[in-house]
């Protein structure tokens, strides 16, 4: 699973990034899942020194890491109709983390 944003992720106390944002996931599939913004919000992306999540609402977020990278959290959010990126549980441990920059 994971996000893809067109922008740095950053230190910032509010929402961030851009409808070019999506989420995937190949959770029980041979096919990779994209959910795509749904444009009904604009909460992409949003960090600071505890947290990274990618969208948002009702409180929840529909991917979010903590700070020591050991521990996510995965829910259904309007900002991206998406289903939970991992089986049906809604919080999971990370085993492993890749973060890729383009320039």
Do not use: V
């Amino acid at each position: 699973m994971g996000a893809f944003i067109s922008e740095e992720i950053r230190k910032s106390y509010k929402f961030y990034g851009t409808g070019e944002t999506f989420l995937f996931s190949f959770y029980n599939t041979k096919t990779i899942n994209i959910f795509n913004t749904t444009l009904e919000n604009d909460y992409y992306c949003y960090s600071d020194h505890d947290i990274i999540s990618f969208g948002c609402s009702d409180g929840y977020f529909s991917l979010s890491i903590q700070n020591n990278f050991d521990i996510g959290f995965t829910h259904t959010t309007s900002t991206f109709n998406n289903l939970p990126l991992i089986n049906d549980k809604n919080n999971f441990s990370i085993k492993a983390c890749e973060l890729w920059a383009l320039e």
